[in-house]
């Protein structure tokens, strides 16, 4: 694919999704900015290795989006931000909401007010969550041998869907959703939301509140706990990342059609399973070897039994739909922590 016309600048860079985009526009021969404060576990180790491939090539801001003065600095003369900086754990947001609040709908204002500012403004990618539609308990949802099931929309769920915001966290994004969504329609200011699921992949440091498939990859490489919130029956379409990037890109570059329009993204309902009954066999099998055995505790604030994304508008908007199997993403991921295992021991031991 072509580079796009103009420097980029990423908000998260140094993050799982935003390292894994600095590193496709860069090979590609874009001049990429990335703002980060390296808050993230790993997102200096992430930094490292861009920087390693790409050299001064790769701009690095070390700088937090909660600070409007530094976005008035650094955004101008960027035709596109990608804004994937987040805090992204509903654990975290019920702990520090105030944070929580400060960084995903403050630091979007902040965000989208540099770029307001711009001329020509730039096109703003904003990566939203599931978590906006709150915990679905509206809809019609079977529980199975291993996972819940939506009875009515086999294809998953669209952005038709009423927004519920539940927990801290799920405000926060979504006040920040809405915030992007209506810049277009104010300030014709050119914004694409994407609601996105499950996203797991290389150079994802997985916790257990957040990055869960990640993260029992690495429990079972180091032997470390995993935690189960609910039943285990809860459902995910997982998306691997190079799919996640490729729709980024294919959003700008089709943004005479997206600017002002939100997409639910995700693996679809091909790539839906259970986060642990049907999750575990294949996992193991891929691992060759068994995961830790979980400690089941309650449901997190807000926690949908279910979410599928019904990614058909993006399908039809900019030609865009999963390409990656779970199988073979999750041998990719696995590949990738075992080469890297003993990074997981350093981050531990911090």
């Known amino acids: 694919m072509p580079a796009l016309h103009g420097p980029?600048?990423?908000?998260?860079?140094?993050?799982f999704i935003g390292v894994n985009l600095a590193e496709?526009?860069?090979?590609?021969?874009?001049?990429?900015?990335?703002?980060?404060?390296?808050?993230?576990?790993g997102s200096e180790h992430n930094l490292a290795w861009l920087r390693a491939r790409h050299g001064t090539r790769l701009r690095f801001?070390?700088?937090?989006?909660?600070?409007?003065?530094?976005?008035d600095a650094v955004v101008p003369g960027h035709t596109v931000i990608y804004h994937l900086a987040s805090q992204t754990a509903v654990t975290t947001s019920v702990r520090a909401p105030r944070e929580d609040f400060e960084i995903n709908a403050l630091g979007t204002l902040n965000v989208l007010e540099a770029a307001r500012r711009c001329s020509p403004p730039p096109?703003?990618?904003?990566?939203?969550?599931?978590?906006?539609?709150g915990a679905l308990e509206h809809l019609a949802i079977e529980e199975q041998a291993t996972r819940y099931a939506l009875r009515d929309l086999p294809t998953g769920i669209d952005e038709t869907q009423p927004l519920d915001f539940h927990s801290p966290y799920g405000c926060s994004k979504g006040a920040a959703d809405q915030y992007v969504r209506d810049y277009q329609r104010i300030y014709g200011l050119p914004t694409v939301v994407f609601r996105q699921s499950c996203i797991y992949g290389p150079r994802q440091m997985g916790v257990e509140d957040q990055g869960w498939v990640a993260w029992f990859v690495i429990a079972a490489l180091t032997g470390r706990p995993i935690t189960i919130y609910g039943t285990g029956k809860q459902v995910r379409d997982l998306l691997y990342i190079d799919d996640l990037v490729e729709a980024l890109l294919l959003a700008v570059r089709h943004s005479a059609v997206t600017a002002g329009q939100i997409y639910n993204i995700g693996g679809g309902a091909a790539n839906a399973i259970s986060v642990w009954w049907e999750l575990q066999p294949l996992l193991e099998a891929v691992l060759q070897q068994p995961l830790p055995t979980p400690r089941f505790e309650p449901w997190r604030?807000?926690?949908?039994?279910?979410?599928?994304?019904?990614?058909?508008?993006?399908?039809?908007?900019?030609?865009?739909?999963?390409?990656?199997?779970?199988?073979?993403g999750l041998q990719r991921l696995v590949a990738w922590a075992r080469a890297h295992r003993t990074l997981f021991d350093r981050l531990e031991a911090r």
């Open 123 to 133: 096109i703003v990618v904003f990566a939203s969550t599931n978590k906006v539609y």
């Open 301 to 328: 604030p807000g926690d949908q039994p279910i979410f599928v994304a019904d990614t058909r508008k993006a399908l039809r908007d900019f030609g865009w739909q999963p390409r990656t199997a779970i199988a073979d």
């Open 24 to 41: 496709r526009l860069l090979g590609d021969g874009q001049a990429v900015t990335i703002i980060d404060n390296l808050s993230r576990r």
């Open 8 to 15: 980029i600048l990423i908000t998260g860079g140094a993050g």
């Open 61 to 71: 801001v070390h700088g937090d989006i909660r600070s409007a003065e530094l976005l």
